[in-house]
């Protein structure tokens, strides 16, 4: 619906089709497309949000490290 009137038309790949021309086959690839896209698009929010628990995460753990005064191993170089 866009603005209380029914979509009359789409348009897929620069080209402009009027709905009641798509078969019922056309009609469900086109749903199919469309339901992809929207699972995509809340995959895309889903990994934005791993990312900010992640780097959250990061930054308590480096909180506690520090807080509770644990040191990094020192690193011995060999020649």
Do not use: C, H
């Not at 619906?1 to 078969?23: P, Q, R, V």
């Not at 086959?25 to 889903?46: C, T, Y």
């Amino acid at each position: 619906m866009e603005n209380g009137n029914e979509l009359k038309t789409i348009n897929f790949n620069g080209e402009e089709y009027d709905i009641a021309d798509l078969t019922p086959r056309a009609v469900e690839s086109l749903n199919v497309l469309f339901k992809g896209q929207q699972n995509l698009n809340n995959l895309a929010i889903d990994v934005k949000l791993a990312q900010a628990s992640i780097s959250s995460l990061s930054l308590d753990l480096e909180a506690i490290l520090k807080e509770d005064k644990i040191k990094p191993n020192v690193k011995i170089e060999q020649e």
